[in-house]
T-cell receptor, first 113, second 112 residues
Framework: EAGVAQSPRYKIIEKRQSVAFWCNPI?????LYWYQQILGQGPKLLIQ????????DSQLPKDRFSAERLKGVDSTLKIQPAKLEDSAVYLCASSLGKGLTQYFGPGTRLLVL | DAKTTQPTSMDCAEGRAANLPCNHSTISGNEYVYWYRQIHSQGPQYIIH???NNETNEMASLIITEDRKSSTLILPHATLRDTAVYYC?????????????FGKGTHLIIQP
């Protein structure tokens, strides 16, 4: 069974530029999560989707971050404009449903210069 | 804030059992204990979870104390590939928002 796919794996941009990350969850997984992991810290939840609806986006910096899961499968996370402190690994995870085991993708490593 | 306390780092000799402790003294009756690990430059990997009883799978064993205030993850025969950061997480089953709250974890280093 294929795991969670993410792309790109690495991205370097300059501050104030825009960037987008893509996630394809495990087939049949209704719940999708985006996490941000700053170097030396554990991952922090940004947003949770159940199918194409948002369950929790309380920790998403909505002035610059946005995410969507229009058809309830793939998801994109966008940052516009990027700041230096957005340099981090962005992890996508999925689960069959809420409260069930989450499986993570390899992450996208973002460096903002 | 994370609801668990773990040692910052631990060493273990290759081939020996690695025992990773976790304190979760404020755990509520219906919260599960989950363990994930993160190998360098990879995403977190699910290991095991439990509620009250001890659990075992092909990767590890989870021992939860009777009062559920602490637990131990056991890797029975550690190999160099087990070097990683290990996260102990408590979470409620089902419900609405259920993102995982990660602490800083334990950096386990397996020595040859």
């Amino acid at each position: 069974e294929a795991g969670v796919a993410q792309s790109p794996r690495y991205k370097i941009i300059e501050k104030r530029q825009s960037v987008a990350f893509w996630c394809n969850p495990i087939s049949g997984h209704a719940t999708l999560y985006w996490y941000q992991q700053i170097l030396g810290q554990g991952p922090k939840l940004l947003i949770q989707f159940q199918n194409n609806g948002v369950v929790d986006d309380s920790q998403l910096p909505k002035d610059r971050f946005s995410a969507e899961r229009l058809k309830g499968v793939d998801s994109t996370l966008k940052i516009q404009p990027a700041k230096l402190e957005d340099s981090a690994v962005y992890l996508c995870a999925s689960s069959l449903g809420k409260g069930l085991t989450q499986y993570f993708g390899p992450g996208t490593r973002l460096l903002v210069l | 804030d994370a609801k668990t306390t773990q040692p910052t780092s631990m060493d273990c000799a290759e081939g020996r059992a690695a025992n990773l402790p976790c304190n979760h003294s404020t755990i509520s009756g219906n919260e599960y204990v989950y363990w994930y690990r993160q190998i360098h430059s990879q995403g977190p990997q699910y290991i095991i979870h439990g509620l009250k009883n001890n659990e075992t799978n092909e990767m590890a064993s989870l021992i939860i104390t009777e009062d559920r205030k602490s637990s131990t993850l056991i890797l029975p025969h550690a190999t160099l590939r087990d070097t990683a950061v290990y996260y102990c997480i408590v979470r409620l089953p089902g419900g609405g928002a259920d993102g995982l709250t990660f602490g800083k974890g334990t950096h386990l280093i397996i020595q040859p």
